[in-house]
């Protein structure tokens, strides 16, 4: 994991504003949230496993399944997961395997983010500053 220097930690927003402007420039909310925190994942390449540059950010005023719900940003950071090469013997291939192979457990949680990667990260960020502050 690496920390991306930026302006956003502490400031905060209407979820709903940061869904409009973030989701046009590519970022998604990480289903991997709860009712008082969450992230927004900008994947930067899938090959080797995921390259995700992440904006966590936490409820401020309500909560995250509530309309209206304010939320501050996080420091964003660079991840990569590193998932399995090979299945076992009896997995399925196909739609139906895939809908079970997901959920496997990624070889390499923290993985190591590459330089050209790292330069993505610094300048999706900016974008992020900029369209945001």
């Known amino acids: 994991m690496i920390h991306v220097p930026s302006r956003l930690p502490g400031e905060s927003f209407s979820l709903y504003h940061l869904e409009e402007t973030m989701k046009p420039l590519g970022y998604v909310i990480n289903g991997n949230w709860d009712y008082d925190h969450g992230y927004f994942d900008y994947k930067i390449d899938n090959r080797d496993g995921y390259t995700f540059l992440r904006v966590p950010f ?55 983010v590459s330089k050209a990667y790292t330069e993505i990260g610094f300048s999706l960020v900016k974008e992020l500053e900029d369209a945001l502050l």
Do not use: I, R, W
């Open 58 to 112: 936490t409820a401020e005023k309500g909560q995250l399944d509530q309309p209206g719900v304010v939320v501050k940003l996080g420091d964003p950071f660079l991840l990569k997961h590193v998932y399995q090469d090979k299945l076992d013997d009896h997995a399925m291939v196909g739609n139906v395997g895939a809908s079970f192979n997901q959920f496997q457990e990624p070889k390499e949680k923290d993985g190591d």
